[in-house]
């Protein structure tokens, strides 16, 4: 009898323990959250990217630290020119393709074609540059904030003066 007191207790402090380190938002919210497509909300790309991608925020923040998962939505020939990330990303192709070159400019024979259903991550660090055959949807999880460094500081678009 001791000894099923000491795992329960035991257990109990172990979960305890655990949820200590939850922050109020995963404590207080213990909702399931789905999206079906239709439900997304979509919104003009960030700054750092090319005009004409939209993204959808799923969960976490992906300008503050800790985790993210959003989705990008890329017209057919949008092209992301060779750039970094300082921490690993993990794509998932949900519809169309994404090509995927690495190295510092743009080499279209030497890319990799993820089509849909595809997953791939690339290490921070990695020199690379990507575009759409299609409309296409990828889903990327990633820890924040999310950052992309353009290894040609002219391709960055935030630095791209705008017209009158």
């Known amino acids: 009898m001791k000894t099923i007191a ?3 207790l035991a257990t109990l402090l172990a979960v305890i323990s655990a949820q200590a380190g939850l922050s109020a938002e995963e404590t207080q919210s213990a909702d399931m959250r789905l999206y079906p497509p239709a439900t997304i909300q979509w919104k003009e790309g960030p700054a750092a990217l090319p005009p004409g991608a939209k993204v959808g925020v799923l969960e976490g923040d992906p300008t503050k ?7 990008f939505q890329f017209p057919d020939g949008y092209h ?3 750039h970094t990330h300082p921490k690993t990303e993990r794509v998932t192709v949900i519809s169309g393709a994404l ?6 400019a743009l080499d279209r024979n030497s890319a990799k074609k993820l089509p849909a259903g595809s997953f791939g991550y690339w290490p921070a660090g990695m020199k ?4 759409s055959e299609g409309e296409t949807v990828i889903q990327l999880h990633g820890i924040g904030p999310w950052q992309i460094n353009y290894v ?5 678009p935030r630095t791209q003066k705008k017209s009158p």
């Open 152 to 156: 040609n500081p002219a391709d960055d």
């Open 80 to 82: 992301v020119p060779p």
């Open 128 to 131: 690379h540059t990507a575009w």
């Open 99 to 104: 090509y995927l070159a690495t190295g510092e």
């Open 65 to 71: 630290e800790g985790p993210f998962v959003v989705r």
């Open 6 to 8: 000491a795992f329960a």
